[in-house]
Each structure stands twice: as C-alpha cells, then as structure tokens.
C-alpha cells in the first residue's frame, strides 16, 4: 500500500474518514474511487500520513479496473485502525459545554483530581464503599475544557460526597492537594465516621 504525508486533526480527521467510510459502503467492492464526489482524495492522502486510511497498490488497482471497465488511478478505504478511531469516537461525548440538570452541579476539576477519580471507580467493584451510583459514568463522559484546563463533570451531591471519600482515600495514599482543593472549591469534604461508616461534611 502506499503511504502519503500529510496531517489531518480533531474534528476535521473524523469528518474525513466518515465520508471515506460512507462513500466505500456504496462501491460494491468497499473501495472509494477517482471518480468519487465529492472526491475525498486531497484528506484521504492526509488521512494516510496517520495510517488511518489505505490506498490501493498497482495490484489492487489493475483489479478494480477490470472490475470497473476503466482504468482506475486512485483509490482508498479505511485501515483497521482508521475503522478503530471512528468507532472509539462513536463512543465517546461530543465536546460541547456542560450544563447541569435537575439535582445537578456543575463541577470543574484539575487534570491530577480527574486521575485520582478514576483510580476511585476503577476499584468500584474491589470497595466495601464503593462509588456512587452514575459517578463512574459521569467520570467516563467528562469534558475538557482547554481553556480553563479543567475536567466538567455534572454531579449529583451524592456523587459530589462520593467523590469526596475518593479524594479522601487519595489523600492518605498519596497527595491531599486533590481532596483539600475539592473541599474549598465546593465545600464538601470526607471525615471518617467512628463507627467505620463515611460521613461527607459539607461546608
């Protein structure tokens, strides 16, 4: 197969490749030709720079032009890892701001919380107290702010005191920084209760 240079970023690469996927499920073959239009040619050469799409050696294209009746200059389809991204994007939120629902806070956190968290309900099924009902989910669609350099999540105050006793647990093993900014930003904080059982304390 033969490779081209080229970049193809974000939300552009995605556009990309789902008008390769959509012209490629119309040709009955499962390449997209020369004749293709609109032609995807310019992003597809761009697209192969990153091996997300593959183009047809002289082989494969001695093939399609017998199969076409014409001779056949060009042609492309996905790669398995091109085919991989558009169904790992399928899967993951849009990046578009966050507004909170009914019961909801909007809640902002740093990039070393947001991996604390995720320690947090990742261990969900190894904690005698685990993680709040919906909190993993949220954890999994949360939203990057590059701006503010912030992680948006839409939590609930039981998740709110949840991620609390993950910030806490965080805090004995490792650094307090998480659980302290959690508490002063949002005013809710963990303190073990004497009898074994959490308490979320909020200020």
Do not use: C
């Amino acid at each position: 197969m033969t490779v081209w240079g080229g970049e193809v970023q974000g939300d552009r690469t995605l556009e990309a490749l789902r008008a390769v996927r959509a012209a490629a499920k119309e040709a009955e073959h499962g390449w997209v030709l020369d004749t293709a239009a609109p032609s995807p040619q310019r992003s597809a050469r761009a697209l192969a720079g990153e091996g997300l799409v593959e183009t047809a050696d002289r082989e494969t294209r001695a093939e399609l032009s017998a199969w076409e009746g014409r001779p056949v200059r060009w042609a492309v389809r996905l790669s398995a890892i091109g085919h991989d991204l558009l169904a790992y994007a399928g899967v993951r939120p849009a990046p578009t701001p966050l507004g909170p629902g009914p019961g909801e806070r909007l809640v902002e956190l740093a990039p070393s919380q947001m991996t604390a968290l995720r320690v947090f309900v990742g261990l969900a099924g190894e904690l005698k107290s685990p993680p709040a009902t919906g909190l993993a989910e949220q954890v999994r669609t949360a939203v990057y702010d590059r701006g503010a350099r912030r992680w948006q999540l839409r939590l609930t105050q039981e998740q709110m005191e949840s991620a609390a006793y993950g910030f806490w647990l965080h805090r004995l093993t490792g650094s307090a920084a998480e659980a302290n900014r959690f508490g002063r930003d949002y005013g809710v904080r963990y303190a073990p209760h004497s009898e074994g059982t959490r308490t979320a304390v909020i200020s």
